[in-house]
C-alpha cells in the first residue's frame, strides 16, 4: 500500500511539473469595420478571440454613435452581444488611428479540484491546466487589454461624405492583456 502512495505522488508531481503554465497571450482581433457618415452615424464590428486555455473564447462586438459627437463608449465598457466580451474606446483620434479597451469574464473551469473529487483516472491527468483562481464563488476571472488600430492594421476608403475602414481578412490586430483580476460572484 505505501510502495502505491509513494508511486502516486512521485507521478502526481512529475505530472504536474511537466504541465505548462497557465499565460494569456493576449486577445485577437479580426474582421474589423468602421464606417462613418458625415452627419450620420459611425458603425463599427469586430470578432474578438481569448486564446488563453482556461477560455478560448469568441465573441462579436459593436457599436454606434452620432460622427462627431464623441458618443462611443469610454470608461465604462459595452457588452458584446451575448458574450462575456466587453469593450470601449480607450482612445480616438478618428476611424483611422483609435485604441479599443477590451475586457473579458470568464469563470476559472478549475478541473484538477473537480477531477480529484470524482476520483478519475490518473492518465486524464497529462491533459489538464492547473492553474486556478479559487473555489466557488471566488473563481471568476476578467483579463483587460488594449487594441491599438491604426494604418496599416486597416485599410480605408473614402465615397463621398463617407469613409469605411476594414481589416484585411488574412491579419489578425493583437491586444496584449495588461491586467487581470478575480472577482466574487
Request: aromatic share 12%; net charge negative.
Amino acid at each position: 500500500m505505501y510502495a502505491t502512495l509513494y508511486f502516486l505522488s512521485a507521478f502526481l508531481a512529475t505530472t504536474t511539473l511537466a504541465l505548462p503554465a497557465a499565460t494569456n497571450p493576449g486577445f485577437r482581433l479580426s474582421a474589423l469595420k468602421i464606417h462613418e457618415v458625415e452627419g450620420g452615424n459611425t458603425t463599427i464590428r469586430f470578432s474578438i478571440f481569448d486564446p488563453d486555455p482556461l477560455t478560448n473564447g469568441t465573441g462579436i462586438c459593436r457599436g454606434e454613435w452620432l460622427t462627431g459627437s464623441g458618443g462611443y463608449p469610454t470608461g465604462s465598457y459595452e457588452s458584446c452581444g451575448n458574450t462575456t466580451f466587453a469593450w470601449n474606446m480607450n482612445s480616438y483620434d478618428n476611424i483611422t488611428s483609435f485604441v479599443l479597451g477590451l475586457e473579458h469574464l470568464f469563470t476559472d473551469p478549475s478541473y484538477v479540484t473537480n477531477l480529484l473529487r470524482s476520483g478519475l483516472a490518473l492518465h486524464s491527468f497529462n491533459v489538464l491546466t492547473v492553474s486556478r483562481v479559487g473555489d466557488y464563488p471566488y473563481d471568476q476571472v476578467i483579463t483587460f487589454g488594449n487594441a491599438v488600430v491604426n494604418q496599416p492594421d486597416i485599410m480605408c476608403t473614402a465615397h463621398g461624405h463617407a469613409a469605411e475602414c476594414c481589416q484585411d481578412t488574412n491579419s489578425t490586430i493583437r491586444a496584449p492583456i495588461y491586467a487581470t483580476t478575480s472577482k466574487r460572484r
